[in-house]
């Protein structure tokens, strides 16, 4: 314990006692608190997304988002909120993540359906990509808690001197979420519960189960994804971005536009009115490959991969920006790959997954292998797929 | 796609029987862990991280964010930090920091590379060993002790045994001094890499594949020129290469004392270098490697320029290269029992940078080794007419200026 946070006891204390207090009238909603340092050992302390009467609702002021290509996890579905405090909206930014105010709070809630038929404490969660049976019906917004498991729910927390990141893991009543700063391993196996639905090859048999340890991270692996920029060493939101942001999203009060939504609520200031920028969604089929592919490396790799990024020793820049070839993979030697080569040759050899670095760690799921290094412990098919059809439809070869 | 689905299935397979999930940890174990992690996570300017003797078992990476850290074992035979179970990293301690010393401990079995600092200045590296305890295998994490884009590196008395691709690994870097260390059992013993100023000295390395290298790869920002490699003995570097295939160090042969390639500036004085049976030292370009008949970068100088070699002791080796077409070179060249020179140069050279067929005086390879022959394998023309030679070789450059680092002794 460093003196930070038990200095932090009496305000701690204090709120176990508010909680206590409120526990009479579990129902009278609590406003978002803010804290300006420490970290609370409950997520519940925050007011910002609370499970009660079987759902996990945002509060009041708390807007969900989502975005159009997704960071994989383990094939995790996630609720994300962000709240800020009022009349202090975010500043628009066309490529880097929106300047947000002190005091703004972004969650992110980790979480899995349920498998149908199997005991409550069972380790199988399902693998699927629809999540229109999570929410809860007549309230749009809310998780349905007899339907999904929670997992954990990270923080960003931005306060004076910048960002900070807070973990809480789920406790096994669902009823709330402790923090974990040391972060967590957690048994899992996954179900494939669309093979009924007849979309699974010989590859990928109804009745399999994949068992993997879900890893939360510690606080100092968030900063493992969240500082962009090895130099400035600061942490920052990596999905709040105009060009992940720029979708609709279905509202209680109706679906509109992401960006417009925030920029009405006083959330965004600064959005311009046209040429906002948009990546693809990556299970767009009715979107070209080219940028499918793109968009799903830049939210999967390029939080490294760039040219300021940790792995910026690699020279390999993956974000959707890049336009050198070379940078991007393209005939490329490994630089620091060791096993992670697989006995390949180049990064990306065009018209040749197989021969492909790149592919070869996305397949892996082996610590020292695979890419990204952490934030993953399975396969993610069908993005290997996706790559495996860009890389497919390069024209080109790498000889001298 | 079918193509695809089929080598997913493979792997899908492959990943079935592969490492599977490792055992969970004691309540003992997790709760040191714990503890252990939390120091990291704590830790301010001036911490100092005591890690007890004993062998502590570990499931994640110990990441540090916060500089002016030090973090203490008891003795790199005491205090070992084993990731032999471990689920999330992929290395052993990843540090982004500066003016950080980490000192007496082990790091064992990693998954992925022992001990990485990015990005630091002022890094201290002493009496640690990182160590794969099954010995040279595929399954083995790349590099053992590697700081990368880091300023003002030390890195003394410490050893790595068994990485798959480099023991002691400095890439990217500026000002470094790599003295008394021992490197054993790996692909590359000590590799300075894409980096200035280096001294490497008193090391040992032995029984690797390469004992010590000196690299410029191409793509990256930094070039790197000026090491001296001085004092050290590399010594009976035979072992068979165990690098995977597309690695930079896959293409150096089993029996390589030093190889300096495609790096200029490079001093070789002073050496005991011995018993390494392709050759005692290599110089070659980036032309003779695996990425040969690949497209190389824009703006990157694959030729080795201003190498000086001078009053080392050689003994032995060239007497058993690796691979068919070195063996039979050596055989046709020096017969049966015969053996190369003490250097291997692959003949490569840049037109570019030549007038009448000569470097400029300060970008040649010169030789002031006494007898020391040096053979030109003639890359360029398909090994067609090699060459032994002397005289063409006995030269002098300017000697490189020791390594200074900022408050070290």
Request: glycine residues 8%; charged residues 25%.
């Amino acid at each position: 314990m460093d003196s930070r946070v038990r200095g932090n006891g009496a305000a701690l204390k204090s709120l176990v006692l508010c909680a206590a207090l409120l526990a009479g009238c579990a129902r009278a909603p609590q406003p978002v608190h803010f804290f300006a340092e420490g970290k609370p050992a409950k997520l519940s302390d925050w007011h910002l997304v609370e499970a009660q009467g079987g759902k996990l609702a945002p509060n009041a002021d708390v807007v969900p988002y989502d975005l159009n290509t997704p960071l994989f996890s383990d094939y995790a579905h996630k609720f994300r909120t962000v709240w800020m405090p009022k009349g202090t909206p975010a500043k628009y930014d066309a490529e880097g993540p929106f300047d947000f105010p002190v005091g703004t709070v972004l969650t992110k809630t980790f979480y899995y359906p349920r498998v149908a038929n199997e005991a409550g404490a069972s380790k199988a969660v399902a693998r699927t990509y629809d999540q229109t049976p999570d929410f809860a019906a007549g309230s749009a917004g809310a998780l349905d808690l007899s339907k999904v498991r929670l997992i954990e729910t990270r923080l960003l927390v931005r306060r004076e001197q910048g960002w900070e990141a807070i973990p809480y893991v789920w406790n096994a009543a669902q009823t709330d979420a402790e923090l974990a700063r040391t972060g967590d391993a957690i048994a899992l196996e996954l179900v494939d519960t669309e093979a009924a639905k007849g979309d699974r090859d010989a590859a990928h048999p109804a009745s399999e189960r994949e068992a993997f340890t879900y890893v939360v991270p510690n606080e100092n692996q968030c900063a493992g994804c969240h500082v962009t920029n090895v130099k400035a060493k600061r942490i920052e939101p990596l999905g709040p971005r105009a060009r992940h942001l720029n979708r609709d999203y279905a509202y209680a009060d109706g679906k509109a536009n992401q960006l417009a939504h925030w920029s009405e609520k006083g959330y965004l200031s600064g959005l311009p009115t046209a040429d906002l920028p948009r990546d693809a969604d990556w299970r767009d089929t009715t979107q070209p490959l080219e940028a499918r592919a793109r968009a799903y490396l830049d939210v999967n790799c390029s939080q490294c991969h760039s040219p300021t990024g940790p792995a910026n020793t690699t020279a390999l820049d993956l974000r959707s920006a890049a336009t050198d070839l070379r940078r991007l993979g393209l005939c490329k030697p490994p630089v620091a790959a060791g096993r992670g080569t697989g006995d390949r040759l180049l990064d990306i050899v065009p018209g040749k997954p197989d021969e492909s670095i790149l592919l070869y760690r996305m397949l892996s799921n082996e610590p020292g292998v695979m890419m990204p290094e952490m934030g993953r412990n399975t396969t993610h098919r069908e993005g290997v797929d996706l790559i495996g059809q860009w890389i497919a439809a390069m024209p080109g070869n790498c000889d001298a | 796609m079918r193509k695809l689905a089929a080598s997913l299935a493979l792997c899908v397979l492959a990943t079935g029987c592969g490492p599977g999930t490792p055992p969970p940890p004691s309540d003992a174990e997790a709760a040191f862990e714990k503890k252990l992690q939390e120091q990291f996570l704590d830790a301010k300017p001036g911490s100092v991280i005591d890690i007890p003797a004993g062998r502590h078992s570990l499931t994640r990476v110990l990441t540090l964010r916060a500089s002016g850290v030090t973090v203490r074992g008891a003795g790199s035979d005491k205090t070992i930090l084993s990731f032999k179970n471990q689920v999330s990293g992929p290395e052993g301690m990843l540090v982004y920091a500066n003016d950080f010393t980490v000192e007496h401990l082990a790091i064992e079995d990693s998954k992925g590379d022992g001990l990485k600092i990015n990005d630091g200045e002022n890094i201290t590296i002493r009496d640690v060993r990182v160590e794969w305890t099954a010995g040279p295998s595929k399954d083995n994490g790349a590099y053992g002790i590697y700081p990368v884009k880091c300023k003002n590196v030390l890195i003394e008395d410490s050893s790595s045994y068994a990485a798959r691709d480099a023991g002691i690994y400095v890439g990217q870097s500026q000002d470094i001094v790599v003295r008394r260390n021992r490197a054993e059992r790996n692909v590359a013993g000590i590799e300075i890499e894409n980096s200035m100023r280096a001294d490497v000295y008193e090391n040992t390395a032995t029984n690797n594949t390469g004992g010590i290298l000196v690299f410029n790869m191409p793509d990256l920002t930094l070039h790197g020129e000026h090491t001296r490699v001085y004092k050290n003995k590399v010594v009976a570097n035979n072992l068979g290469n165990f690098a995977a295939k597309g690695t930079a160090v896959a293409s150096v042969p089993a029996g390589t004392g030093v190889l300096i390639m495609s790096n200029p500036k490079v001093e070789i004085f002073d050496n005991d270098i011995g018993d390494n049976r392709t050759a005692n030292v290599i110089i070659a370009s980036y032309f003779i490697s695996n990425f040969a008949d690949k497209k190389p970068s824009e703006g990157y100088d694959p030729y080795p320029k201003s190498i000086f070699i001078y009053d080392n002791r050689f003994s032995g080796g060239g007497d058993s290269p690796d691979g068919l077409d070195w063996k039979a070179l050596k055989v046709s060249m020096f017969g049966l029992n015969g053996h190369f020179p003490d250097v291997l140069w692959d003949g490569y050279v840049d037109t570019k940078a030549m007038t009448n067929g000569q470097y400029p005086a300060e970008q040649r390879i010169c030789i002031r080794n006494g007898d020391v022959e040096v053979l030109n394998v003639d890359g360029p023309h398909g090994f067609d007419k090699p060459k032994v030679g002397k005289e063409e070789y006995q030269c002098d450059l300017p000697k490189l200026a020791a390594v200074e680092l900022k408050g070290k002794a």
